[in-house]
């Protein structure tokens, strides 16, 4: 048994000047909501490790089925916002403008101490990663081979549970668009 942790490919989002922290959740409402960028292709063996797969899973972000798709994989097996990407807070503060890289690397820092204002918090991510795990387990017990087609953040999460439950892969699939980690269930070995 095996299960892919995808990253998926590069979002089409503009590129945004700089905003300040209460313009940022608009951006990540639009990052959220885009596709993937046309011209973000998957290399020769990211495809190959996702033909060899029996059961496909993506999160409810179009960047994550468009990615899929990009796979040339027609059936997604399971699509649900469970698998969605680590939540990011945000806050209402004016005084400060910087670009939405820079506040993304800002909050998801705040975010690891504790700081979940508008979002989930890293608790509940874990718990939600928890469960993800076990849905990914029970598909691959059925179907051998499961990709997910995920997200930086969520798929580090998902690798450090399904080590902690016996699975071997990377401690990180890999933060670069269209990177995967591989993991194997050490009692099935």
Known sequence: MEI????????????????????????????????????????DEVKEVANKCDAVVCSSLLRSIDSAKALGISKITLQSSQFNEAEMPTANWAFLKMPPKLWAIFFRVLWLFGYSENSESIKETKLRASKSAKLLIDLADKHGRVLFVGHGVYNRVLAKELVTLGWSGPKNPGSKYWSFGVYVNRNSE
């Open 4 to 43: 892919i942790l995808l990253r998926h490919g590069k979002p089409d989002i503009p590129i945004s000047k700089n905003i300040n922290a209460s313009e940022f959740l608009n951006w990540i409402n639009t990052y959220n909501l885009a596709g993937l960028c046309k011209t973000s292709n998957p290399t």
